[in-house]
């Protein structure tokens, strides 16, 4: 997969280079580019921004150097339809981010981030990229950051993390909280290594019972009490027949 960044910060992208996300990138699975958007900034100050057309605080970004710079990233390598980019757009007042959209994410070949500052991008820059690709517009949460970089360390590491190859046990992600499957909508329950005692605080012993079939129930009910305590929407929005016998009497 390929991954662009437009950023007038680009040093803030460099965890990019750590952990699971800079091994995927040394294995050759991730070929990420940061491009500083000043580089496509002509005058003595590079600017970026300037005052709201109908007045107001803040700032917004200027169309010309996001133009520039975006179709300098497109410039190499282009292609439309399913092959081609998306742009991703880091806004509090876009689509929720969810693991679901990190599985549509994970499945475009390219994507391109355009994370902003100030009071955000002028909007014909996506106005004009929405006519050659998709545009995902995606708040990671109901708070308002200074600027998108974060947002883009949390999706890039949610996204990397679902390619083909990139998790040592592909079976880690997909019995995680909000995975598809027997647990979809659960919140993952708690999880334990050795040593089997701490501190007088031992493990469930069903964990040591060896029986598959009593941890598997174990979990499911751990994870039932743990959405119906912190996440009891996740439980609201489900089919009620995704939930067996045992789930109905806990
Ligand atoms: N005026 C904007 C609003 O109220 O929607 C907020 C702009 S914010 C100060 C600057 C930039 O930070 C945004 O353009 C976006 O790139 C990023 N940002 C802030 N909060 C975010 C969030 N919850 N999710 C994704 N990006 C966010």
């Given amino acids: 997969m390929r991954l662009d960044v437009v950023t007038i910060f680009p040093e803030y992208l460099e965890p990019l280079n ?30 970026v921004d300037d005052t709201p057309y109908g007045g107001g605080p803040g700032m917004v970004m200027k169309t010309e150097p996001w133009g520039d710079a975006l179709d300098d990233a497109l410039a190499d390598g282009y292609e439309g339809g399913a092959h081609g ?11 929720p981010f969810t693991q679901e959209l990190a ?3 994970s499945e475009r070949p390219w994507l391109i ?11 014909r820059v996506m106005d ?11 708040s990671i949460g109901d708070y308002v950051l200074a600027g998108g970089e974060a947002a883009v360390l ?13 998790l040592g046990n592909a079976a880690s992600h997909q019995d995680d909280s909000f995975a598809p499957g027997a647990m979809a909508n659960l919140l993952e329950g708690p999880v334990y290594t050795k040593p089997p005692e ?25 994870a039932l009490r743990r959405t119906v305590r ?11 027949a995704a939930f067996d016998k045992k789930d109905r009497e806990m």
């Fill in 230 to 240: 912190n996440r009891p929407d996740l439980i609201e929005r489900t089919d009620p």
């Fill in 18 to 47: 750590v952990s699971l996300v800079g091994k995927a990138r040394a294995r050759g699975q991730l070929d990420v580019h940061v491009r500083d958007l000043r580089q496509w900034t002509y005058d003595r100050h590079n600017t």
């Fill in 198 to 222: 701490w501190r007088g605080r031992d493990i469930p012993d069903v964990l040591l019972s060896g029986h598959h079939g009593k941890i598997a129930r174990w979990r499911r009910d751990e």
């Fill in 113 to 123: 981030f355009t994370p902003a500052r100030y009071e955000g991008i002028d909007r």
């Fill in 128 to 138: 004009e990229y929405a006519t050659r690709m998709p545009v995902y517009e995606v």
């Fill in 103 to 105: 599985v549509e994410l």
């Fill in 85 to 95: 980019p998306a742009l991703v757009v880091p806004t509090p007042s876009g689509r």
């Fill in 154 to 166: 949390v999706i890039t590491e949610a996204v990397a993390r679902l390619l083909p190859g990139v």
